[in-house]
């Protein structure tokens, strides 16, 4: 399996949107890597929409550090921080390996919460109500 993205980002990558596939509903799927930043990106994104008039219903920010566990992110302080990327991208791997269910977990919590955001959208009539 070919994973082009794995452990591949640069410090110049940090807050840059990379666009990684569409869901099954065909919503575009971006990642970013915030470094430590994630309430001031979050909150940038949410003002940054408001400002252009972005509805809520149009995106949704999803954490995903908290399901890959320790062992992934202490392979990617080795590879990433230390430079030690022989010994740290296996450790991430592993950890990612470990971390798979909660990941998968996560994925169908998500398109539990947009099935119930959309069923909401159709009661009220008000497809941005989440604001």
Not at 32 to 57: F, K, W
Not at 71 to 88: E, M, N, P, T
Not at 101 to 109: A, K
């Amino acid at each position: 399996t070919k994973l082009p993205l794995f452990d591949v980002s640069e410090a110049s990558d940090l807050g840059v949107p990379k666009f990684v596939g569409c869901d099954t509903e065909g919503c575009e799927i971006y990642i970013v890597g915030l470094d430590g930043c994630r309430v001031q990106a979050q909150s940038a994104i949410e003002s940054l929409a408001a400002i252009l008039a972005v509805p809520s219903r149009e995106f949704l920010i999803v954490e995903t550090l908290g399901a890959i566990g320790w062992l992934a992110k202490f392979g990617g302080f080795l590879s990433r921080q230390l430079h030690f990327v022989k010994i740290g991208r296996p450790i991430v791997a592993h950890g990612i390996i470990r971390s798979y269910d909660l990941l998968c977990e996560l994925v169908e919590s998500v398109k539990k919460e947009l099935s119930v955001i959309a069923a909401k959208d159709q009661e009220t009539g008000n497809p941005d109500h989440r604001r």
